[in-house]
């Protein structure tokens, strides 16, 4: 099997001399790129012996396996199996493993790729996809939320029959929120129920469908948006946080810089992630920002400090990769970008580290913004640095500037003036 070793079990003939012995070595490349640990990749091995072994005794043809034969094996064969040698039937690991072995498989040509439902509402959710990206512009998130709570109710209403929206009354739309609202803590967040429905209505309505009674069938659930304060780390919070990024641990580097954006620069942790070595320009002292939340291109300026920990990862921490991400992955698949998820876990263990009771990465943009008006940046100021669109999403911040606010402030009464 070229270069490549496999783990040496009593039970590996299925691999050898099953139906997957002319994939395996794909297989074992495919996972050795990505640079999974020895213990992950045996794990794996061990996963595709014991499904090989499967298909072998059921005769199933390569070219068949698709996701519904792994449902098949993971969800009737799994829980009685009786198969010969030690194998693997820890679910997790089996499910993880095959998914990957479809993903060689398709890449190779062996099996098709996967089916696009046509059922109605799964075609009427693609359709209506391709109008929130090419009409309305929304970013991806804004459009996954709204095609989950869609999908939803056109399921409820119309399951795999033909969706008729002249059948939908007011009457059905409010009875839905009703459900949708129980599955939120607090009632001003049932308000992105409220936005998905009234923006497939107004879609619908495009199409030329009378639908006006059902947009207003709904209002917004009362919400004050300026009745709380944003949160922020205090000065003697921040100094805890940066005095702990240099503690050691797993990427001590990737953390550094990571926190570095989120504070000095007010990035979102999606536009963290999606920076790239092509977006500094190292000369200038810039890092350009792309598809962000306002789906345009920002050019800020890089902070020293903040230039001097992405250099340090990039040259002392960072995993030799083609990629050209500025975060990576440092586990398998090693060298990938890193996605949001990660950077919000990297800020969280900051936190953790610095002894903060704190867990959202958002709160570090809130920071930044406290500190900009702390040290005289006006409003305006603020809401170019944090890239808002309308100056009304910065009014926010204006609690937190107590130098403006002293100047504004009445004397409290009984007291001298």
Sequence with gaps: MGNVRLPQHSFTNWLDVGPLAPHVDAFVQYRA?????????????????????????????????????????????????????????????????????????????????????????????????????????????????????????????????????????????????????????????????????????????????????????????????LASLPRTLTTEEVERLIGSLGQAGRCPMRRTAIVRCALDLGL??????RLGLDDIDWRAGTITLRHTKGRREDVLPLPSTTGAAIAAYLKDERPKTRNRAVFVRHVAPRGEPAGPDLVRKTIRQAYARAGLPYTGSHLLRHTMANRLLACGSSLKEVADVLRHRSLNTTLIYAKLDSRKLVEVALPWPGSPS
């Design 268 to 273: 979102r942790s999606g536009e963290v992630a």
């Design 33 to 225: 790129d990505r640079g999974y640990a020895k213990n992950s990749f045996a794990t794996y091995v061990r996963s595709i012996d014991h499904f090989a072994q499967w298909i072998h005794r059921r005769r199933v043809d390569v070219c068949r396996i698709d996701e519904s034969v792994l449902a098949e094996f993971l969800n009737e064969h799994l829980p009685s199996c009786r198969c010969d040698g030690v194998v693997q039937r820890h679910r997790p690991s089996l499910s993880a493993a095959l998914g990957h072995l479809l993903v060689v498989l398709r890449a190779r040509g062996v099996i098709t790729p996967p089916v696009v439902s046509k059922a109605p509402v799964s075609e009427e959710l693609r359709q209506y996809d391709e109008y929130m990206d090419h009409v309305r512009g929304l970013a991806p998130k804004t459009r996954e939320s709204a095609l989950r709570i869609v999908g939803r109710f056109l399921t409820s209403r119309f399951g795999d029959y033909v969706i008729d929206i002249p059948m939908v009354r007011p009457e059905h739309v409010r009875r839905f929120f009703a459900q949708e609202a129980k599955l939120y803590s607090k009632p001003a967040s049932a308000g992105a129920v409220v936005a998905a429905l009234r923006g497939y209505f107004r879609y619908r309505a495009s199409l030329g469908d009378l639908v006006h009674g059902l947009i207003g069938a709904l209002s917004y659930p009362a919400n004050w948006q």
